[in-house]
């Protein structure tokens, strides 16, 4: 195979989160990493490569390419070892350049949380990646990287300590800062309106194992928790959290493609811890009914519109400001018996935006220059990356990952 001319390219470089993934590639990496301007609209992404690259502009060439004109994306894939691209719905706009990555063997990453894609691809393009050796990573931002490499660390940390891993871990949202995407919303949004003209949609989107391959062994995990809940490890009520439904699914993904290490019966979870005592269940039962609201409204298409009006529009986000002072907290414990593991996991930006375009740029270059363990398919952060992205993670994107006993 010919040598490729560019590490990576950012396909939608000229959409909010697109320009964040740029800015933080020449902010981090400058000329050291061969990286590329995509998208549409080319004088968009010359004015753009200039406000960023400056001086060094001409050194980052501009690649024009539509999501919907294969011959256009093979031109690209051809060119690359790494597409990382912020162009969604993904399921409105992936599916092209993702079978061109397939087919070319050339990596890819996304921000995609959109199951009932996700699986589409699975099932389409799985064993022809696995041949051409091209590792299709969905989820490299919020959703699903602290979930995945989260769930991932504290197993290597348990067995390290209790020879033996979690039988079940809980990750529980605590403090954060920052807004919703626009972009999220509206995957969201068109999953609804996927779902309206195919109801079996529904029933993927419900199954706790559907991203598993096909024909394998399931655990005992069930729907994804919709009230308020009191957890006794943690001590604390807990309240539903919007993007389990996503970042459950991977992670039993992981387990499943790594060949359940933690054993059949592993099981995961996930929720919004929001305090203990009158006051935590009162908080907590007020964000389980605004949830359930919220998806019971996206489920019906007058006020489906309604929640597009009042959600950021795709390409949309907060200022720089709301941005570096965002943040975000997790912990997850792993039990095994009487044995206990706590992680916790940070981010120094706010999660949907800034932490998100440093964990989307840094799978990209990891995807391009590190020496990947496994082979291609349509895999998770933590399969394809594994310690390679959390060592990334920790060193230049300001996520961490901190075994608190």
Known sequence: MTESKFDLVVLGASGFTGRLVAEYLYGTYGTDVRWAFAGRNQSKLEQIRAEICGEDAEQFPVLIADSHDREALDALVAQTKVVCTTVGPYARYGSELVAACAEAGVHYCDLTGEVQWMRKMIDQHHHQAEESGARIVHTCGFDSIPSDLGVYFLQQQMK?????????????????????????????????????????????????????????????????????????????????????????????????????????????????????????????????????????????????????????????????????NGFFNIDLMGINGENRLCLRVTGDRDPGYGSTAKMLAESAVCLANDELPGNGGVLTPAVAMGDLLVNRLQEKAGVTFTVQG
């Open 160 to 324: 390290e300590k209790f020879d033996c891993y979690a039988q079940e871990v809980k990750y529980r949202v605590g403090s954060t800062s920052g807004g919703v995407s626009g972009g999220t919303v509206e995957s969201m949004m068109n999953m609804m309106d996927e779902a309206k003209t195919d109801r079996s949609l529904f029933d993927l989107l419900a199954d706790p194992y559907s991203l598993n391959p096909a024909n394998m062994p399931r655990g005992k995990d069930l729907n994804d928790a919709m009230s308020a809940e009191y957890d006794r490890d943690f001590k604390q009520w807990t309240a539903p959290f919007v993007m389990a439904g996503i970042n459950t699914r991977v992670v039993r993904r992981s387990h499943a493609l790594s060949g359940y290490p933690y054993g059949e019966d592993f099981r995961y979870s996930e929720a919004m811890l929001m305090g203990n005592g009158p006051g935590g269940f009162a908080k907590a039962s007020m964000v389980s009914g605004g949830t359930g609201i919220m998806m019971l409204a996206a489920a019906f298409s007058p006020s489906r519109s309604l929640l597009r009006n009042l959600a950021p529009s795709p390409g949309e986000g907060p200022s720089a400001e709301a941005r570096e």
